[in-house]
């Protein structure tokens, strides 16, 4: 049966059920029970349990750090959702849901929560309040806030994980040289790489283009095709399962895989191109990148500058995305410098010829200039 009517005012309702795990603790109503909500200024606000201290270190990662409180209360047998909001400066984020009184996670979970989702640093101590929110499941009853408790986090700078991506672009399906492409930030599970989907050729109508995401150069370990992660666009089914984009196939895709959401999603690319100051452009005339999927790298040039050293990269010969800047350098990249989506005119260190390296499997970019 369906739940007929919930009120917030004292008259009764008849429930069938109020969720898979019951009243928060105190079970489940049954069919024609007669039951009512209190009003709304005699809820009970759950009470969060004090938090110690989190170290987390590359070491103790896997262990779990247990977020609880009491139960909070509506006047009635209700299914509870609870929800972990974590704090630190001014952002916020939810953690976590559960119907229980009390969520666990990882240290490995809080120390990506904190650096991707609060902006706190790695390798950092910072001051964190928790507070948890409860409301009525699967209804539009506004929640109810707990406590708030502070305690401090030790973050570190988590290590990054890498997929790998195998297909008929690149020399057909040579698992062995898969190229490699990592997360966008340690515990993020969000990975982005930019590709060279038809490898320089064209597409034929039926030809197999396919492609699968892996956790390793090797078939021996997980893989996916697009029954294990959506994709974004209308992939053509086959038997195989891989990923296609079919006839109409663009030539470079800066594809997206989500392991939280198990999806994958593409922005196609004509072009991704070197313009700026230096002779075979003079701010006119775009250099294309072309890539080396053994090397996993995109190259333009030798170009060479005098007199001038500005340049950019942009997408599809046009100034609707730019990347700039380059001035942090990276820190996984031997000369390396990050790139900056919207950034400022680049410059390389004089005058001179240059051969362009972009590294498209990493966030952000990563540009090496480097000198004939």
Request: glycine residues 10%.
């Amino acid at each position: 049966m369906a739940l007929a009517a919930l009120t917030l005012s004292v008259a009764a309702c008849d429930i069938a059920e109020f969720g898979e795990n019951g009243g928060g603790s105190n079970g489940t109503a049954t069919t024609n029970e007669q039951t009512r909500l209190a009003d709304p200024s005699a809820f009970v606000a759950p009470q969060l349990v004090a938090i110690g201290d989190i170290a987390i270190d590359q070491n103790n990662t896997e262990e779990t750090v247990s977020f609880a409180w009491e139960s909070a209360s509506f006047g009635a047998p209700v299914s509870i959702l609870y929800s972990l909001i974590l704090t630190a400066g001014d952002q916020s984020t939810v953690a976590g849901t559960t119907f229980a009184n009390s969520l666990s996670l990882t240290k490995a979970d809080i120390n990506g929560i904190l650096i991707n989702s609060l902006g706190v640093k790695a390798n950092d101590l910072a001051k964190v309040t928790a507070s948890v929110s409860a409301t009525v499941a699967d209804t539009d009853i506004a929640p109810i806030s707990s406590n708030t408790r502070d305690f401090n986090v030790q973050t570190f700078k988590a290590k990054l994980n890498a997929l790998y991506i195998c297909g008929q672009f690149e020399n057909g399906w040579d698992v062995d040289h898969a190229p490699e492409f990592w997360e966008t930030g340690g515990g993020t599970k969000i990975y982005k790489v930019l590709i060279d989907y038809l490898a320089g050729g064209t597409i034929v109508p039926g030809e197999d283009q396919g492609f699968k995401i892996l956790t390793q150069r090797a078939w021996a370990g997980d893989y996916w095709g697009y029954s294990g992660l959506k994709p974004s666009w209308e992939c053509p089914e086959n038997n195989d399962e891989n990923f296609q984009f079919g006839a109409s196939a663009k030539e470079i895709y800066h594809l997206t895989v989500d392991l939280n959401a198990k999806t994958i999603s593409a922005e196609g690319i004509n072009a991704i191109s070197l313009i700026g100051n230096f002779a075979e452009s003079n701010w006119e005339k775009d250099v294309d990148f072309s890539y080396d999927y053994l090397k996993n790298v995109w190259t333009a040039g030798p170009v060479t500058f005098s007199g001038g050293n500005g340049f950019l990269i942009r997408y599809n010969h046009a100034w609707d995305t730019k990347l700039g800047t380059a001035t942090k350098a990276s820190d996984d990249v031997e000369g390396g410098f990050e790139l900056e989506a919207g950034g400022a005119d680049m410059n390389v260190p004089g005058d001179g010829t240059y051969l362009m390296k972009l590294y498209g499997n990493r966030t952000p970019f990563v540009l090496v200039m480097e000198k004939q």
